[in-house]
């Protein structure tokens, strides 16, 4: 069950990321909201408290969720796609109780900006 909680949350974000690169490549947002909005996404939904946007940088945190009610998964724990300078994304989940509850495809630690 945790782990399906995990990668519901993964899910609400990763519907984003089209939308953001878009905002990204065309230069159509001016601060997080705007990357938000052009995002596509709610700033909430049943399985992310909040859902924030921030601004492209070198492997920053650009889509995160702050997960609903996380139980097991542990208190604080996000789920969050990082982007690279070169625009690669990768999952990165953090304050997960135990790393057997994350997402396919995400780690614990982000890794060194691409350029």
């Given at each position: 069950?945790?782990?399906?909680?995990?990668?519901?949350?993964?899910?609400?974000?990763?519907?984003?990321?089209?939308?953001?690169?878009?905002?990204?490549?065309?230069?159509?947002?001016?601060?997080?909201?705007?990357?938000?909005?052009?995002?596509?996404?709610?700033?909430?939904?049943?399985?992310?408290?909040?859902?924030t946007?921030?601004?492209?940088?070198?492997?920053?945190?650009?889509?995160?969720?702050?997960?609903?009610?996380p139980?097991?998964?542990?208190?604080?724990?996000?789920?969050?796609?990082?982007?690279?300078?070169?625009?690669?994304?990768?999952?990165?989940?953090?304050?997960?109780?135990?790393?057997?509850?994350?997402?396919?495809?995400?780690?614990?630690?982000?890794?060194?900006?691409?350029?």
């Open positions: 069950m945790a782990k399906s909680k995990g990668a519901a949350a993964y899910a609400d974000i990763a519907g984003g990321k089209t939308g953001y690169e878009m905002a990204v490549v065309e230069g159509g947002a001016a601060d997080a909201a705007a990357y938000l909005k052009k995002a596509g996404l709610a700033g909430s939904t049943g399985n992310c408290t909040t859902i946007a921030a601004a492209p940088g070198a492997n920053t945190a650009v889509l995160t969720c702050a997960i609903a009610n139980g097991r998964l542990g208190t604080g724990a996000t789920v969050a796609l990082h982007r690279t300078t070169s625009g690669i994304y990768s999952c990165v989940a953090t304050s997960f109780a135990d790393a057997k509850f994350l997402p396919a495809g995400c780690v614990a630690t982000a890794g060194a900006d691409q350029t």
